[in-house]
């Protein structure tokens, strides 16, 4: 089955440092991967996802990530956090069979200023 | 074009009692998609319906079910309610029931069990 770790359940980051949070996947085939972030009393936000081709993703808010297959990883990096990314981020893996989302537990970003 | 919405975001019941909560996808999504959150679970899957008919089930005792209208609105029910259904209710909403669409979340429903 599959199934999805974010190692870190809190980061701290510094306003204006980098910022890379990490994910792990467990899935046979070729995954589906997708980072969403939720604001405090809101849903969840796609920043972006990976099907195919090119393993380097551009998303909303100024991310990216790097889905890297020999490490079975699918890492979101920022070049410079802002005090309004404080947020909780979640992986997810699409699951082929009934099309469902598997989401990792989340990363809570803090960002002091 | 409006998002997905949810009704109502905040209920309060006791235990034993049932609750129906509801969702309306954006205009044209015909997916729609329940999701349970909770600190202790995280994000879980309960069941996905397309066309007024449901795809895939969660792990979810059958106390939790769910429907879709032909306009594509949904609902879900839990019925005979345990503390530990409180949780926050999200629904999603894609064009079609594949992966390669976007899921758009809805603001939640926040459901507390006393």
């Known amino acids: 089955a599959q199934s999805v770790t974010q190692p870190d359940i809190h980061i701290t980051v510094s306003e204006g440092a980098s910022l890379e949070l990490r994910c792990n996947y467990s899935?046979?085939?070729?995954?589906?991967l997708f980072w969403y972030v939720q604001s405090p009393g809101q849903g969840l936000q796609l920043l972006l996802k990976y099907f195919s081709g090119d393993t380097l993703v551009q998303g909303i808010k100024g991310v990216e990530a790097e889905f890297q297959r020999s490490q079975s990883s699918f890492n979101l990096r920022k070049p410079s956090v802002h005090w309004s990314d404080a947020a909780e981020y979640f992986c997810?893996?699409?699951?082929?069979?009934?099309?469902?989302?598997?989401f990792g537990a989340g990363t809570i970003l803090r960002v002091k200023s | 074009k409006a998002g997905v919405t949810q009704t109502p975001r905040y209920l309060i019941k006791t235990r034993g009692q049932q609750v129906t909560l509801s969702c309306s996808p954006i205009s044209g999504h015909r997916s729609v998609s329940w999701y349970q959150q909770t600190p202790g679970q995280g994000l879980q899957f309960l069941f996905e319906?397309?066309?007024?008919?449901?795809?895939n089930k969660g792990n979810f005792p059958g106390r939790f079910s769910g429907r879709q209208f032909s306009n594509s609105r949904s609902e879900m029910n839990v019925s005979t309610l345990e503390l530990g259904d409180s949780a926050l209710y999200l629904c999603a909403s894609r064009l079609a029931a594949t992966l390669v669409d976007t899921q758009y979340f809805g603001p939640g429903t926040r459901l507390t069990v006393l």
């Open positions: 899935y046979g085939a070729t995954p589906y």
């Open positions: 319906y397309f066309s007024e008919t449901q795809r």
């Open positions: 997810a893996v699409g699951a082929e069979y009934g099309n469902k989302l598997v």
